[in-house]
DNA sequence: TTATCAATTTGTAACGATTACAACTTGATA
DNA sequence: TATCAAGTTGTAATCGTTACAAATTGATAA
């Protein structure tokens, strides 16, 4: 039953529902850490021993098309991606590298040196140490 | 004596004014369009042919490191350079391309969720149309 | 001046994430 | 059951970046 609503879903955002893409969104709605293709390649590489990453690739490409995923390059190495697509700030740790979400104020930011601008994206990165590694220290 | 300038700079900052060093730090003072290692290098291989790329590599990384240059990765594609290193936030036109820079009141952002972390760096990432290219079209 | 030596620069090779592409598979439709 | 477009797969190519060893530079001291 889960299988065929993550399938509405997708129907609903105009992708066809294969059985690769219904398992990749899953596992990016499931794992909210921000997961790069690789991880992505390999979490779902032991249940779908076919899949190639090409498919990763594509599906990643058609979801963010679609408006139901976007890439976040908080690292300059590699992509991650998120489920989540309503505006909102990351915050990466140096320390144990794990990527925190957080609220943003959209309006307050909005600066007035971009009222003649028209804004579709923004993305907010901030970086330094998570509490959790300030009092393991 | 500009050339001399330059070269105390760089020494105050703990770097070793060497002439490439100079010339690439004047070059990104002077072109504050958030200039690639490709854009540096073709531009500055006229003036010294015999200028490696991977000097410009290494030159970035130790201004980086000394804090006199930032790296933004706007473009997934590829990272650019800023001399700039306040804190402001970056906005991308989809149309022409042209990276603008903005004003952000810091204070306004750091959200309320963050208040146990220690934030070292932030980046602000906008995109969307520029004032001209909406007029123009 | 000349020798010495570390820092810097250079060119080339290697790396790795991503993309291009052609062959194969799937599944809906007639 | 045949057809055919859409989706998947594996491999090769691309390209920005990094590693590395050799050459050059420039400061210091004999
Ligand atoms: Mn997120
Ligand atoms: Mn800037
Ligand atoms: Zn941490
Ligand atoms: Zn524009």
Known sequence: MQENYFGDFLRNNGIKPSFQRIKIYEYLLQNKEHPTVETIYNALNSQIPTLSKTTVYNTLKVFI????????????????F???????????????????????????????ALKDFDVYDQQMFFYGVCKVCKNNS
């Open 65 to 80: 098309e679609k408006g139901i995923a976007m890439a976040i390059t908080i690292d300059d190495t590699e992509v991650r």
């Open 82 to 112: 998120d489920a989540d697509v309503k505006v909102h700030g990351h915050f990466k740790c140096e320390h144990c590298h794990k990527i925190y979400d957080f609220e943003v104020d959209v309006e307050s930011i909005s600066s007035e």
